[in-house]
């Protein structure tokens, strides 16, 4: 073709001419040293886990530091705002101080939006929790992964020490009393006493709660977003205030908190508490059987309609002598109660003391005083 056109040039000469133009000088890094409680890096990962026998999804938010190689991680459903401000809040608490710095990508809950090449509106959240701590921020230039390296790292290698063995648990709970043990050991070579007095002090958890306030209705429940809960009985009818964390509701009434739910999300569902309906149940006991908040605990379900059907009256009466206990308690008290008919035994399940439960009880100790100080790693 370019014969044709007129000019005598080779195949070999134009293929010289397109390699000099499409080489590029190779990028140098600069090798990094930092000094104690100067730089903290941050990032989210995710990991395959089955919770509850289902697999799904989760997210691990990590922090890496630079100079101790402290490696920290909570796990949670998303990598939403809320999420990853309590994950700042956890951490901060957790290690009893502050960097002078932290190091982030571009994601969303970092940079708002992007004004022109270079400029950056950071989110204003991140900016009030900064000043509160007192660590500075430094955002990573685009598709600059080796810019935070140290936390990249640690996701890998958070996934493969912790999760790629040990991936079945009950509960995502349970999960992270796994990874808090399984850290203990991950961080016995890191320097995280020698460089904790060199952190900046330690700050009283930052209130991230979303506050309002909700009527209850003639039920004693309230709305929060699309969910339902109960509260207790006697605020029918009153206003209460309502704390809405990423994980919890929380409802006070008075200046005094009365109640607490695990938050829920989905449109319609309905949270209940029975402990909130006892003095009603005592005056109206055959509403008891098909409540919502006895059909909500399917265990305590069972035990009701084997022993207390034609004898509410009596089941509410140990519910309220008792109700100062959780409800497995509860559950094992009705089980010593009827200790000496067989078929209960089928019908609640204690679960033994398992892998998870000797993990929290021989480890979380001493992982306390990892950050306290107060071991020699």
Known sequence: MMRESGFEIGQSTINNALARLRAKPKQVHIRQTYDYGDRL???????????????????????????????????????????FMDSHVSF??????????????????????????NEKELNPDLIKMSMYYGFKINVTNCFSGHEKGSVEKSVDVIRTELFAVNYVFNTLDDAQV???????????????????????????????????????DKTSLISVDTVKYSVPEELAGRKVIVKKYHDEIRVYYENAEVCRHRRAFGNGRIIVDIMHYLKTFMKKPGAVNNSIALKSIPKLKA???????????????????????????????????????AEFKAIVVVRPVGQIDMYARSSMADYSQLVKGGMSV
């Open 41 to 83: 890096e941050y990032d989210f990962g995710e990991v395959g886990l089955v919770i509850g026998g289902v697999l799904g999804t989760y997210h691990m938010a990590v922090f890496t530091s630079c100079a101790s190689r402290l490696r920290w991680v909570k796990l949670y459903t998303n990598q939403k705002k809320p999420v």
């Open 92 to 117: 901060f608490e957790f290690i009893g101080g502050c960097y002078k710095e932290a190091v982030y990508d571009n994601m969303k809950n970092v940079v708002t939006k992007f004004i022109g090449k």
């Open 178 to 216: 796994y990874a808090d043990a399984k850290l203990l050991k991950l961080n016995e070579s890191s320097l995280f006493t020698e460089e904790k007095p060199y952190l900046l002090p330690a700050m009283p958890p930052l209130e991230l709660a979303e506050i309002g306030t909700a009527k209850v």
């Open 303 to 341: 035990v009701f309609d084997t022993y207390y059907a034609k004898k509410p009256r009596d089941f509410i009466e140990i519910l309220t002598e008792n109700k100062h206990l959780d409800i497995d308690e509860i559950i094992r008290l009705f089980k010593d109660k009827t200790a000496n008919k």
